[in-house]
Every structure is written in C-alpha cells, then in structure tokens.
C-alpha cells in the first residue's frame, strides 16, 4: 500500500513541479500575501482608537486627553466632515477642546463607547453633543463588502473554472467549429453568470437585510446597477483570465493572486483611509473597490446618480477593456 | 461525379521539430466520400483539421467551391472530431438543440434524432450513453446544419464491431442524400466500404490515391497467400517467392498459386494455416510503405 501511495505521490509532485505556470502562482501568492500584510499592517504597534480633533493642528500641551496612548489624534477642522465620518464609524469620537469643551460619539461604536470614558476622565467638564443623522453600525458598513466579496468570488472563479475546464475536455474545440465566434461565446457565459450572481445577490441583500434590519439610504434600483456593472466588470476580468490557459491549478493560482489584494485592499473589512497613499492608489485600480466605494456611498449615505457615476464609468470601462482583450487573446483549444 | 467542392492545394503543417504534413494535394468533387487512410501519425487529422479550418496551414490552401474558404464555410460544414467533449448535465435532445442554435439554418431536431436513430434516447443524460450511441450524437450534432460536406475523424475507432457496422449504415444513408463526406480512418474495411476514392497517407504524404478497387487492381493481379510467421521456416525466405512480412504473419503475392503452392510444400513449409484472399488496402499499404497501418 505504502508503495502505491509513494508512486502516486511522486507522480502527482512531478505533474505539479513540471506545471511551471502553476507551481509558480502558488509560490507568488503567499509571498504577496506577506509583503501586502506587512505593508497594511506593518510598523509599530496600531492605536486602539481614533479621534478626531475639531483644529488645524494638534497640540499636545492644550489638554491631558491629546496625551493619552494607544490613541490616534486626527486634525479634522472641518465640522460637518469629522461627524459625517464619525456617523460612519471611521472616528470613534470627535472633540472640541476649546474654552467650553464638547464632543460627539456614535453611540453605536463599542469603541466609542470606551474613548468617551478616557475623554471624561480627563476632561471631566467636556459636553456631549447630539450626533444629527443616522449613525452606521460597523455591520452596516460591513454589509456592502460582504455582497461585494461574494460578488468577486462568484464573478471570477464561476467563469475562470468553467471555460478552462470546456477548453481542457475539447468542448470549445468543438464549438469553434461552429459559426459562433469568440465574442459571442464570451457574451453568453456573462450573461448567464450575471444571471446567477443577481439572484444570489438579491437574495443575500434582502435575507441579510431582514436579519440585520438594514435598509438602504439611498435607490435600491441604482444600487443594482452599480452591482450589475461591478459583476460585469469582474466576470470579464475571469474571462480575461481564463482566455487561454488550460490547467485548472494555473488559473486557480492567477485567480487567488487577484482576489486577495482585492479583498484586503478594496476594504471588504475595514477601511483603508490610513493606509500608505500608494496603497489606496492600488485599490482604486481594483473593480471591487469601485464597487464598494459605490454601494456604500448608495447604501449608507443615500448618494444619487451623479455622485457614483464616476464608479459606473469605471467599471463599464473595464467590463469593455477586460472583453476586448479577453477576445483578443482568448483560444478554442489548447495549444 | 461533379466539379471539385474542395480542393487542397500543396498543403504544408510544419511544427516546431515535426512536419505533419509536407505538401498534400487533393481534390474531392461534390457528393463524394474521399477517404484519407494511414496508420497513426501519418497527418490524417492535421489535413482534415486544415480542411475544416480549425487548424491553420503553414504552406498551401484550401479551396471550398473554388474560393478560399470563407466565414460561410462552418455555416456548411458538419464536423465529428476524432475526440469531442460535450457539455454536461445536458440530454441527448439538448445537445444537439444547444448546436441547432448554433446555425443559421439546418435539419429539425426531430428529424436528425430521427435520421441517427436516437429518438428513443433523446431524453436521457448523454453521460450515460454507450460508446456507439455517443458516437451516433456526434454524428447527429455534425449534420444538425444539414452540412453541404461531413468531416468524420476516426468515427468509428473504439467501437464494438457491431456498432461500428451500425455507424457505416448511417454513414450509407447520408452518402445516399448526396453528402461529400471527407472521411479519416485506419480500419481498410471501412474505407473500402465506405469511400469512393482514398488517399492513403504516410509521413504527411500522399502515397497513392484513386478508386479502392482501382489502386488494388493496379498494384495486386495476384491473390495473396497469409502464413502465421511461426509456420514460416527460416530457410524457406530464399526461396524464390514475392514476400512481405507483417507482424505477426507472412504474405506471398503471387499469379501463379498452383506453382507457389508446390514450392511451399517442397520446402515442407506447413500449410495447415494458410489463408488464399484477395488483396485489400491494407495490403496495398504494407506493399507502398514496408509499414503496417496498425502495428
């Protein structure tokens, strides 16, 4: 038995070492994995809570509060910006430390909640204001990056697999020999994925909706446009993938080294605002972030057409960029 | 016959460090079933995959109804690749319903179920067809655009001889609505019953090419005599016979049987195995090449 399990071992170690597209993917993706972490992540230790500061600048000799550790001082002088951005959980708290001291929490923030005890224990007489508008639980703004993400996984791998695998049985070979030509062929497996990711999303919009008892701010009907040009943008981008290579292990590998940058740096699951400005510079190249940016300023902010129109003309411009060269490039049989 | 509705013209396929096919020339009038015969590797599959413009060529053309072979082409070709995968989960009815859609006009699903004889399998998984009813499908999906020409790749290898005897009747039926059938194959008695004119091909050429039983009459006026090689005594290769040796048996072609037999028993070489046939393609083959066509 041992034998047998050594030949198949080794065969299958010679199959993977020899499939140099393959073997190299797997290798790439964790290494990106460390250097992407290490860039978000990295460097000293991470302040627990982040407060913005109503002045132009930060001085720490002006109060006790701006001296407290594990605490990030934000200069935020403009008043309206600084509680919209507490509204939506990217500052715990906002202050005011001048002559008649005030501040302002989302009383839905936990970490809120905490910042506000240290605010007090220094600045015993600081007034606490009235937070106008809606405040966003962190599930909130959690909830259009749960959609997205299932989005991109659905988009890229649902196809990717798919053509590889009709490619690699000689299913394509045979339907080259049709009239039907490349475009069309790609058209059809968009169309068709676009249909399963609708409904997957409708119904994962309305399920987790109900439970969580979200609803959106602002026209669901933009909100499904926005998320119909992201899935398009992101099927193509599979389809591009997918053009004309023939192992499933090789297109797996491209594919994981796409996803995970997007999903750690689209902001799925947290903000990025303080990351390096270069790596916001990379998120915006991804469709998911377009997508994300677009959802929550419709979701969670009530925007309108005009303000994510930039969003939509990004996405069809990659639907259409990522079709063509994925026409371009795409072959019926292996070579 | 009619004129020419393909012709192929000095065709070259060269490969990296291969030459599949070094400078074919052919043509295939309307109606007819031209064969292209040759063992493994003889560049069967990489003329006919030219011809039906999956494959590009390296040197020469392909001529459809004397032009070069337009986008129209696939719109009149029916195709059975030598391996051809279908998309899962589907039935039988569906598959050839998913290329019905595929052309502009074309036979009734109905009607190609009818014509392969699949209408008792047409609602069932074509995963869980049988090796000819797979065969009989491909076929069906081949001719769903009612093709002015039908490629068949090696439609019958791997089949039971009783499918395969089913298949050459439907390909018998086809020819008999006056379809061109290009056709490739090693098996020398499909040819001979199915094909009006064969190439037989070697090393990316064509070795001889006409009629089946006229290549025979040119190349055999004798009968041929069959030995198994164990029966064949070392001694008796000197004798002054015409020999060709196979893998497994001896061929003496000869005109004169009566005195070739009096050699051979004067040689005591044992005739209990001998078989006395006519000569066919695969002999012809061996006589032009030195080579069997299946080893």
């Known amino acids: ?37 290490g860039f978000v992540f990295g460097g000293p230790p991470r302040p627990l809570f982040k407060v913005g500061v109503l002045a132009e600048q930060i001085d720490k000799a002006t109060s006790p509060f701006l001296r407290e550790q594990y605490v990030q001082f934000v200069a935020t ?3 309206p910006t600084a509680l919209h951005k507490l509204t939506h959980q990217t500052l715990d708290l906002v202050v005011d430390l001048g002559a008649n001291a005030r501040y302002w929490v989302n009383t839905d923030s936990p970490k809120g909640y905490i910042v506000e005890k240290l605010l007090l224990a220094a600045v015993p007489g600081a007034q606490r204001q009235p937070v106008t508008g809606v405040a966003v639980r962190y599930v909130d703004w959690l909830f259009p990056g749960i959609l997205g993400m299932n989005l991109m996984f659905s988009c890229l791998f649902g196809v990717g697999y798919v053509v590889v695998r009709y490619r690699k049985s000689g299913f394509l070979k045979r339907l080259h020999a049709t009239p039907l030509s490349a475009f069309e062929f790609l058209g059809a497996q968009v169309l068709s994925r676009l249909a399963i990711i609708v409904t997957v999303t409708s119904i994962l919009y309305f399920g987790i909706g109900t439970i969580i008892g979200f609803h959106s701010a602002g026209n669901v009907a933009l909100l499904a446009l926005l998320m119909i040009v992201g899935a398009l943008s992101m099927i193509a981008l599979g389809l591009t993938v997918a053009a004309r290579f023939s192992s499933e292990e090789l297109v797996g590998g491209v594919l994981n080294v796409l996803t995970w940058p997007m999903m750690l740096l689209s902001g799925v699951w947290f903000s990025l605002e303080d990351s390096p400005r270069w790596v916001q510079w990379v998120a915006h190249v991804f469709p998911l972030t377009h997508v994300l940016d677009g959802a929550r300023a419709v979701m969670l902010d009530g925007a309108g057409l005009a303000q994510v129109a930039p969003h939509l003309l990004y996405l069809a411009a990659t639907t259409l960029a990522f079709l063509a060269f994925g026409a371009w490039s795409f072959r019926w049989r292996i070579d | 016959m009619d004129a020419p509705i393909l012709e192929v013209r000095d065709l070259v396929k060269q490969y990296t460090a291969i030459t599949a096919v070094a400078g074919v020339s052919f043509s295939v009038p309307q109606g007819m079933c031209f064969g292209l015969l040759g063992p493994n590797g003889a ?17 020469g053309e392909v001529r459809y109804r004397g032009e070069p072979q337009g986008a129209s082409f696939r719109e009149e070709a029916g195709i059975l690749f030598q391996k051809t995968a279908l998309q899962d989960f589907l039935t039988v009815r569906q598959s050839i319903a998913l290329f019905r859609g595929l052309y502009r006009s074309g036979l009734g699903v109905d009607e190609v179920l009818k014509l392969c004889a699949l209408e008792a399998l047409a609602g069932r998984d074509r995963r869980k067809l049988s090796g000819g ?21 090696e439609p019958t290898t791997g089949l039971d001889p009783q499918a395969r005897r089913n298949f050459w009747d439907l390909v018998q039926s086809i020819k008999a609505r006056h379809k061109t059938i290009i056709l490739t194959t090693h098996y020398m008695e499909e040819a001979e019953l199915l094909c009006d004119e064969v190439a037989i091909m070697d090393r990316g050429r064509i070795v001889a090419q006409g009629p089946p039983q006229r290549l025979l009459r040119e190349h055999f006026a004798e009968v041929l005599l069959e030995l198994p090689r164990q029966d064949f005594p070392p001694a008796a290769r000197e004798l002054p016979l015409q020999l060709l040796e196979a893998s497994d048996r001896i061929e003496i072609t000869t005109q004169d049987l009566e005195g070739t037999l009096r050699t051979l028993l004067a040689a005591h070489v044992p005739l209990t195995n001998l078989r006395i046939r006519p000569a066919n393609l695969e002999d012809l083959f061996l006589a032009l090449t030195g080579k069997e066509l299946r080893p």
């Open chain 2, 43 to 59: 560049g069967k599959t990489t003329t006919i995959e030219i011809m039906e413009g999956i494959l590009p060529a390296t040197a």
């Open chain 1, 1 to 37: 038995m041992i034998r047998r399990l050594a030949s198949v071992w080794h065969a299958r170690n010679l199959e993977f070492l020899r499939d140099r597209g393959t073997l190299m993917f797997t290798l790439l993706l964790p290494l990106m994995l460390v250097v992407g972490m």
């Open chain 1, 77 to 79: 002088p403009d008043e």
């Open chain 2, 133 to 153: 009813q797979q065969q009989r499908l491909l076929l069906a999906i081949a001719l769903v655009n009612d093709p002015a020409v039908l490629f068949l790749d």
